[in-house]
Nanobody, 124 residues
Framework: QVQLVETGGGLVQPGGSLTLSCTPS????????MGWFRQAPGKEREFVAA????????SYADSVKGRFTISRDNAKNTVYLQMNSLKPEDTAVYYC?????????????????WGPGTQVTVSS
């Protein structure tokens, strides 16, 4: 079992920045990659970004490429999602997830464990 907890959500104005964090606990030896997803009201949960557990490979959704950066602190076993140039359409609940897949997948069905989510609201 892996437990995931996201932190760092909140209210930010358009054009602003926010950094989300996710720290897994439990059977972290089973983790090969971590991902961030988001779900806006009335929409399906969508892929945002993913990173290998050692931080060597990353993947981004086209909608966030160039604005968001996923990274990992090996010493802290924490994955971050740095979000810049935020837009109102980035408003959603953001979820952290872990997977045993060696190549970070984009499909949510490939992820084994999920955090409870953290709300990000972009509004003036």
């Amino acid at each position: 079992q892996v437990q995931l907890v996201e932190t760092g959500g909140g209210l930010v104005q358009p054009g602003g920045s926010l950094t989300l964090s996710c720290t897994p606990s439990g059977s972290i030896f089973s983790i090969n990659a971590m991902g961030w997803f988001r779900q806006a009201p009335g929409k399906e949960r969508e892929f945002v970004a993913a990173i290998t557990w050692r931080g060597y490979g990353t993947s981004y959704a086209d909608s966030v490429k160039g604005r968001f950066t996923i990274s990992r602190d090996n010493a802290k076993n924490t994955v971050y999602l740095q979000m810049n140039s935020l837009k109102p359409e980035d408003t959603a609940v953001y979820y952290c997830a872990s997977t045993r897949a060696l190549i970070p997948p984009r499909g949510r069905q490939a992820y084994d464990y999920w955090g409870p989510g953290t709300q990000v609201t972009v509004s003036s």
